[in-house]
C-alpha cells in the first residue's frame, strides 16, 4: 500500500475550535443562543422562512410526519434507493413506506412512478437529493396540486391546513445545492437537513428542518410544534426556565428527545461562514477534475453535477462503470482499497436489506435502482484531499478498469 487516503474526513479548522472554546466558556453547552443564532444563519442562507435545529435529519423527518399526523392506514412515498433512514421514519410512525423507482441519469426519484403510486392514502412524499442534486421538485409540487382532489385529511390537523400531500425533501446531503434560482431548504414544502460527521457541513451530529414560506401554515406554529415535539413535549426550553421567576412548566404531551445543543451548533455556526468560499468551492473543485479525468472515457458514466436547473452541493462523486456488475464493482473496490484509496457504494437499494424484504419489499419491482447499484462506486469528495492525491484517485481508477 503506497498511500492512505482518507474516505471522507470532517473539514475542521482553527475557526470551528475556537466557536467551540467560546461555547464551553460561556457557561451555556446545551441549547440555546447558538442553537437560535444557527437557525437564524441557515434560514438567511437557504432564503427559507424559519429553521428548527435538531440533532440529526432523521429526528426532522420523523417529527414532520408526526406534526402531520401521518400514522398507521397513512401512506408515504419515497424512493428505493437512498438510506434506511428516509423510510424508518415512516415506518416508526406506523404509516406504509411506498418505495417507486429513480430516474436513469441522475439517481433521484422518478415523477412518472411518483404518479402511479399515489393513492387517496398518500399523505406524504421524501424526496432524496442524492449526492447532492436535487430532485425534481416544482414537478413533484405540481402532481401533488394536481392531486389536491383526490387528498382525504384528518380533520382539525395541518393536513387539513395544507390540503394536499405535504412534500417533505430530504436534503440530508443538499446543503448549497441549487434549483431554478433558488436555494435547496426553499424548494419543497420542507427540507431536512443532515450535519452529521461526514456531511459538507458539520456539527459532529446534528439536522435541521427549514420550509418555504406558505400562506396556510404559521411559522411560529410550526416551529412551536417541532420545539414542543422535540424536547419531551415540555413547553420551556432549559435556557427560557432559568429566567427569574421562570421554572414553570407544562408537559403538553409526551415528545420525543431531539434537541441540538449549543457546542454542536457552534461548529455548525463557524462551518457555515465558510461554506461557499472555501467548503462548497473546494469540493466542487475536485469534482470538476474527476470530471476532467473521466468523463472522456467510455468506460465511465460520471453523475451530473449541474444542468440548466439544478447545481448539486458536490456532497457525493457517484461513477458508474460501463458493463459492471455487482463482482467487477467489488473487486474493484478491494483493488483500489490495496492501493490506500477508500470507495463506497450509495446506495444498495432499500429492498436488498432483510428489514424490508421482510416488509415484502422486491428487488426486482426497481429495476434501474437495482442496475444503477450493480455499477455504482463512490470516490472520495473532501477538501482535505490535494491535486495529488485527485491524480493517484484517477489514474489507479483507470488502471483498475483497464486491469
Same mark, same amino acid.
Given at each position: ?114 404518479? *402511479? ?130 421554572? *414553570? ?72 462503470? *460501463? ?81
Amino acid at each position: 500500500m503506497s498511500r492512505k487516503i482518507q474516505f471522507s474526513p470532517p473539514d475542521i479548522t482553527q475557526a470551528e475550535i475556537d466557536e467551540v472554546v467560546d461555547t464551553l466558556r460561556s457557561g451555556w453547552i446545551t441549547t440555546g443562543p447558538k442553537t437560535k443564532q444557527f437557525e437564524r444563519e441557515i434560514t438567511t442562507y437557504c432564503g427559507s422562512s424559519r429553521t428548527a435545529c435538531l440533532n440529526s435529519a432523521t429526528a426532522g423527518m420523523e417529527l414532520l410526519l408526526r406534526m402531520f399526523d401521518i400514522g398507521p392506514g397513512d401512506e408515504v412515498i419515497t424512493s428505493a434507493y437512498t438510506y434506511t433512514s428516509t423510510a424508518s421514519v415512516i415506518v416508526h410512525c406506523g404509516a406504509t413506506p411506498i418505495l417507486v423507482d429513480i430516474k436513469p441519469d441522475d439517481f433521484n426519484i422518478d415523477p412518472a412512478r411518483i404518479e *402511479e403510486a399515489i393513492s387517496e392514502r398518500t399523505k406524504a412524499i421524501i424526496p432524496v437529493d442524492i449526492a447532492g442534486m436535487p430532485a425534481d421538485h416544482d414537478e413533484i409540487i405540481d402532481l401533488v396540486e394536481a392531486h389536491r382532489h383526490r387528498f382525504s385529511p384528518v380533520p382539525g390537523t395541518l393536513q387539513e391546513s395544507l390540503g394536499r400531500i405535504v412534500v417533505i425533501a430530504d436534503g440530508a446531503h443538499s446543503l448549497g445545492a441549487r434549483y431554478r434560482g433558488r436555494m435547496s431548504g426553499n424548494v419543497a414544502d420542507f427540507t431536512v437537513f443532515s450535519f452529521h460527521a461526514v456531511k459538507n457541513l458539520t456539527t459532529a451530529e446534528g439536522g435541521a428542518v427549514t420550509w418555504r414560506r406558505n400562506s396556510v401554515l404559521d411559522d411560529d406554529e410550526i416551529y412551536r410544534r417541532i420545539m414542543l415535539l422535540s424536547l419531551h413535549g415540555q413547553t420551556k426550553d432549559a435556557l427560557a426556565k432559568t429566567q427569574s421567576g421562570s421554572w *414553570e412548566y407544562d408537559i403538553a404531551i409526551p415528545g420525543w428527545k431531539h434537541n441540538m445543543a449549543d457546542l454542536n451548533a457552534a461548529i455548525g455556526l463557524a462551518q457555515l461562514r465558510r461554506y461557499d468560499d472555501e467548503i462548497l468551492s473546494g469540493r466542487k473543485q475536485i469534482a470538476t477534475r474527476y470530471h476532467a479525468a473521466l468523463a472522456e472515457n467510455d468506460r465511465f458514466n460520471v453523475p451530473l453535477l449541474s444542468t440548466q436547473d439544478k447545481e448539486t452541493s458536490y456532497h457525493l462523486y457517484l461513477l458508474r462503470i *460501463e458493463g459492471y456488475g455487482v463482482k467487477e464493482r467489488d473487486d474493484l473496490i478491494k483493488s483500489l482499497a490495496e492501493r490506500g484509496i477508500p470507495t463506497n457504494v450509495h446506495y444498495k437499494p432499500l429492498p436488498m436489506f432483510t428489514a424490508y424484504a421482510g416488509l415484502g419489499y422486491l428487488p426486482e419491482d426497481h429495476p434501474v435502482a437495482m442496475s444503477t447499484f450493480a455499477s455504482e462506486i463512490t470516490l472520495p469528495l473532501h477538501n482535505l484531499l490535494n491535486d495529488y492525491d485527485v491524480e493517484y484517485i484517477t489514474t489507479s481508477l483507470l488502471d483498475g478498469v483497464r486491469g
